[in-house]
């Protein structure tokens, strides 16, 4: 394990003014995200979409890096579109969730068999990083001790795995905005999965320099009948954080769960405004970067510019909102 090339990529992700874009999107997400715009889920179409987005003018000004899929690392195209910009390839490594036995309602993530093969393989075809992300639910009932072991002890796992074969991993647990729980209840259930995932992550002694975060920010359920403000969601996130993640983690790259592009920008600019952190704290948006791209391009090769346009927007705007500049009256400039 070279320490010190770990530490340099996962600093480079997290550089100022940057951030990561989540195009990793399973077969069952992206056939739900094109079904919303009327789009034939195929090979074709999945690649003529991802590569727009990717050969957008301008994107490496904001992008860091892109978590690509399988199928997306595999045409070669992606990845050579993206290094020449200077923006660094990563891979999805988990192989998607199951029931967990015994525990209803909750969720356990695939993917450690073979691992140690699949990761030498991603590293031959250009990754630099990794990812793998579990999910929590909230409930009366849920997550369960068990719940929050099993997948911790998966993450760890895929993290320490990662490091040995040179690629710095981003350990994703995400404490799902599904339910009517309040901020209170999700920032109680995010501390505590967070003291779970790092315990198992320091005791499989994973290099903290050499990897990122990936959290869900500290937020009411979407069917909650409390609604926190903006600010709220900003203090209670960070605060969670600085309660449980090691300072010598580089830094924390956000995910949007579910959250409008909107909301996801006004969050994140409202935590950068809350003053210096022991970590840079960025984003790794998914929908949030893309939904205005894929509904401006809908399939279209006649859309692809305004598509891209509106790539370009988001991203900058994502960026400005890293960096605590973001306003939501910026949505109206083009």
């Given at each position: 394990?070279?320490?010190?090339?770990?530490?340099?990529?996962?600093k480079?992700?997290?550089?100022?003014?940057?951030?990561?874009?989540?195009?990793?999107?399973?077969?069952?997400?992206?056939?739900?995200?094109?079904?919303?715009?009327?789009?034939?889920?195929?090979?074709?179409?999945?690649?003529s979409y991802?590569?727009?987005?990717?050969?957008?003018?301008e994107?490496?000004?904001?992008?860091?890096?892109?978590?690509?899929?399988?199928?997306?690392?595999?045409?070669?195209?992606?990845?050579?579109?993206l290094?020449?910009k200077?923006?660094?390839?990563?891979?999805?490594?988990?192989?998607?969730?199951r029931?967990?036995?015994d525990?209803?309602?909750?969720?356990?993530?695939e993917?450690?068999?073979?691992?140690?093969?699949r990761?030498?393989e991603?590293?031959?075809?250009?990754?630099k990083?990794?990812?793998?992300?579990?999910?929590?639910?909230?409930?009366?009932?849920?997550?369960?001790r068990?719940?929050?072991?099993?997948?911790?002890?998966?993450?760890a796992?895929f993290?320490?795995?990662?490091?040995?074969?040179?690629?710095?991993?981003?350990?994703?647990p995400?404490?799902?905005?599904?339910?009517d729980?309040?901020?209170?209840?999700c920032?109680?259930?995010t501390?505590?999965v967070?003291?779970?995932?790092?315990s198992?992550?320091?005791?499989?002694?994973?290099?903290l320099?050499?990897?990122?975060?990936?959290?869900?920010?500290?937020?009411?359920?979407?069917?909650?009948?409390?609604?926190?403000?903006?600010?709220?969601?900003?203090?209670?996130?960070?605060r969670?954080?600085?309660?449980?993640?090691p300072?010598?983690?580089?830094?924390?790259v956000?995910?949007?769960?579910?959250q409008?592009s909107?909301e996801?920008?006004?969050?994140?600019?409202l935590?950068?405004?809350?003053?210096?952190?022991?970590?840079?704290?960025?984003?790794?948006?998914?929908?949030?970067?893309?939904?205005?791209a894929?509904k401006?391009?809908?399939?279209k090769?006649?859309?692809?510019?305004s598509?891209?346009?509106?790539?370009?927007?988001?991203?900058?705007?994502?960026?400005?909102?890293r960096?605590?500049?973001?306003s939501?009256?910026?949505?109206?400039?083009?």
């Amino acid at each position: 394990m070279d320490i010190k090339s770990l530490s340099t990529v996962a600093k480079s992700l997290v550089a100022p003014e940057k951030g990561i874009m989540a195009a990793d999107e399973s077969m069952g997400t992206i056939q739900k995200r094109f079904d919303s715009v009327g789009i034939e889920n195929s090979e074709e179409n999945r690649k003529s979409y991802r590569q727009m987005l990717f050969a957008t003018a301008e994107i490496e000004k904001y992008l860091s890096g892109v978590i690509l899929f399988d199928e997306t690392i595999r045409d070669g195209a992606s990845s050579k579109i993206l290094q020449e910009k200077g923006i660094i390839p990563g891979i999805k490594v988990d192989t998607g969730k199951r029931d967990l036995a015994d525990f209803p309602g909750e969720t356990i993530t695939e993917g450690l068999d073979g691992l140690t093969k699949r990761l030498e393989e991603y590293a031959s075809l250009g990754a630099k990083f990794t990812k793998w992300r579990a999910a929590y639910k909230i409930s009366s009932t849920t997550p369960s001790r068990w719940g929050m072991k099993a997948n911790a002890h998966a993450l760890a796992r895929f993290a320490k795995d990662s490091q040995e074969a040179g690629l710095v991993p981003i350990v994703e647990p995400e404490v799902l905005m599904d339910g009517d729980h309040t901020i209170e209840k999700c920032e109680e259930v995010t501390t505590s999965v967070l003291k779970v995932v790092f315990s198992e992550i320091l005791e499989a002694k994973v290099n903290l320099d050499g990897m990122l975060l990936k959290p869900n920010m500290v937020i009411h359920g979407e069917a909650s009948a409390q609604k926190a403000t903006p600010q709220e969601v900003a203090q209670a996130s960070v605060r969670t954080l600085n309660k449980v993640v090691p300072a010598q983690i580089p830094g924390i790259v956000f995910l949007s769960g579910g959250q409008s592009s909107q909301e996801a920008c006004l969050h994140l600019s409202l935590m950068n405004q809350l003053g210096q952190q022991p970590w840079q704290l960025s984003f790794s948006y998914g929908r949030a970067l893309q939904a205005p791209a894929l509904k401006a391009w809908s399939g279209k090769t006649e859309n692809v510019e305004s598509a891209q346009k509106e790539f370009l927007k988001r991203c900058r705007l994502t960026s400005l909102a890293r960096q605590g500049k973001y306003s939501p009256e910026m949505e109206d400039d083009n």
